[in-house]
């Protein structure tokens, strides 16, 4: 029971068994009580004393097995939704990490937040609080632990955190879900004695598709000698000391990979050799080596090795080299995503047992969302290459990503509510369960309130320089319809008929009337939104960063 209802039956008892006297003192004195409550800290009793945030990066919402049985085994969210609510129709807005994490924490679109890209500084209006800030005003501890470098405090989304932690090792931009656990455990320790509000972000499901303790895949040898063994499928730069003798070396690549359907077993995307004096040194791919001079990306087969001529005294040299194996997209790239989402569920789980040994998840609230999905080798570029990723497409796989809110201050009730949502509506909600006032400016919705069968269209969106071109896109189910305006491209499916999106019904002789109509409503949006749009530009370093995680091809 609210403890306004309470206060309310109180006064309401008092003010009949009282005086006439007392008539109009007891509701003023309600009045201020009830008031006082939306004060800073005052909440009423039946809220959650805590809320974690858990951002999934990169889950699709058909790889949790609650939603979509078989494809991976979840049981840690599985657990989650079973003491909640499970939305099996939610959306992100925009295919990016950074852009989709605002819309998260400030409930508008990304166009509106003009933020379209990850690498650009994100720079919120003075007025609109962060969800994070709601709880910093209420008196909250607030802690961010982040797991890739595309949001470092330094983008943007640190506001309204008192702690943001975001380091990461000289070799990679990401952390794993065990080493983010690692960062997120002491502060629980230090922190379960107060109120606090906790964003944990992991993101093992994006590319490199390699959970800890992946074997080996590179042996590397000088003039025959083993010099060490390396795995290129973590994608993190990788160092060699190379001792070089007087006259002809040898450096010999063999690269363990069942991959035998396309004749290069692996690629480097960086890669060079080293010397404190390196007049007199000679470098030559010598055998089984395509170099693609243009970006730079060095293939090989099994076997390869590289001549390196040293005319001078034996001396030592440093290679650094990083890049990954080519495999089948169809086996062995969806095989290692499953393996990714369930060493995330794994360590997911480490957090709900954490939180039980602290005593704190039976009054913790906690709400799990993906930001977006991944493309699995579903669609083709437009260079009829088969895609991985996110960033560049508007369809269901790349948007529909699983949400789970679970309310630790309501009697377990278990619910999977098939209504469409997005990710405007995690702050709305969020604020709901804790009592907070809802800022004016969010436009998502609260979900504790959503009427069943309540439609909605969603408005979706991707942008240059990250996406090879920009798009926009309207789902108002069945119907989805996708528009890239610099090639003056439609696409329209019928999700209900069509799931895949295989079938664009813009290339048949005749659409339904609803579907006109909603074309007609993309376009008008996509001409507002490119007239406003604002330029990016993106650093140097931060280009190099996107590279490392596979944002820029």
């Not at 004393?49 to 609650?66: E, G, K, P, S």
């Not at 509000?197 to 040898?221: M, R």
């Not at 619910?415 to 969010?442: C, H, N, Q, W």
Request: aromatic fraction near 12%; proline fraction near 7%.
């Amino acid at each position: 029971m609210k403890i306004t209802t309470a206060l309310t039956i109180l006064v309401e008892s008092l003010i009949i068994s009282s005086p006439m006297k007392f008539r109009y003192f007891y509701p003023a004195l309600a009045f201020v009580l009830i008031a006082s409550l939306s004060l800073p800290g005052c909440r009423p009793k039946d809220t959650p004393r805590n809320f974690i945030l858990v951002t999934l990066d990169t889950l699709r919402a058909d790889h949790v097995n609650a939603i979509s049985p078989g494809k991976a085994l979840t049981p840690s969210l599985d657990f989650l939704a079973g003491q909640g609510a499970l939305y099996k129709n939610c959306y992100s807005l925009i295919p990016i990490t950074l852009p989709s994490h605002a819309s998260i924490f400030y409930s508008q679109p990304p166009h509106l937040l003009k933020n379209y890209t990850n690498g650009q500084i994100f720079h919120p209006k003075k007025d609109l609080p962060s969800l994070a800030t709601l709880f910093e005003q209420n008196g909250f501890a607030t802690a961010a632990f982040v797991s890739l470098g595309v949001v470092r405090a330094s983008f943007g989304l640190n506001k309204g955190f008192g702690t943001y932690v975001d380091e990461f090792p000289q070799d990679r931009w990401y952390l794993h879900a065990g080493e983010v656990n690692a960062k997120v455990f002491p502060w629980l320790e230090s922190h379960k004695d107060r109120p606090f509000f906790l964003w944990v972000h992991y993101s093992d499901p994006h590319e490199p598709y390699t959970p800890p303790g992946a074997p080996d895949d590179l042996d590397i040898y000088v003039n025959d000698k083993h010099i060490g063994s390396y795995c290129l499928s973590n994608y993190s730069i990788n160092t060699a000391e190379l001792l070089l003798e007087t006259g002809t070396n040898e450096v010999h690549f063999k690269v363990k990979n069942d991959n035998d359907k396309f004749p290069y077993q692996a690629r480097l995307d960086l890669f060079k050799i080293m010397a404190p004096d390196e007049s007199g040194l000679k470098i030559e791919h010598y055998r089984d080596w395509y170099v693609r001079r243009e970006d730079g990306t060095y293939f090989f087969k099994r076997t390869a090795s590289i001549i390196i001529t040293n005319s001078d005294k034996p001396r030592r040299a440093v290679m650094t080299f990083r890049g990954k194996l080519i495999v089948p997209i169809e086996t062995i790239t969806r095989q290692n995503y499953r393996r990714e989402v369930e060493y995330m569920d794994g360590e997911i789980g480490k957090l709900w047992a954490k939180l039980k040994e602290l005593r704190l998840f039976e009054n913790t609230a906690i709400l799990a969302v993906g930001d977006h999905g991944e493309g699995l080798g579903e669609y083709n570029t437009e260079d009829g290459i088969r895609y991985v990723g996110h960033i560049h497409f508007l369809q269901d796989v790349f948007m529909k990503v699983p949400l789970i809110i679970y309310d630790a201050a309501v009697p377990k009730r278990p619910a999977v509510r098939e209504e469409f949502v997005t990710l405007l509506d995690v702050g709305p909600s969020i604020a709901d369960i804790m009592g907070f006032k809802r800022p004016a400016d969010y436009q998502g919705r609260n979900l504790g309130k959503l009427p069943k069968g309540e439609p909605l269209e969603i408005f979706e969106e991707t942008y240059k320089p990250e996406a090879g071109r920009d798009k926009f896109g309207i789902l108002a189910f069945p119907w989805h319809l996708i528009f890239t305006p610099e090639k003056q491209l439609d696409e329209i499916y019928n999700l209900m008929k069509d799931p895949e999106e295989c079938d664009n019904l813009v290339l048949k002789d005749s659409l339904p009337p609803e579907a006109i109509s909603l074309k007609q409503k993309l376009e008008a949006k996509t001409r507002e939104i490119l007239k406003s749009k604002e330029a990016v530009k993106l650093d140097k370093k931060d280009e190099d960063m996107l590279r490392s995680l596979g944002y820029i091809k």
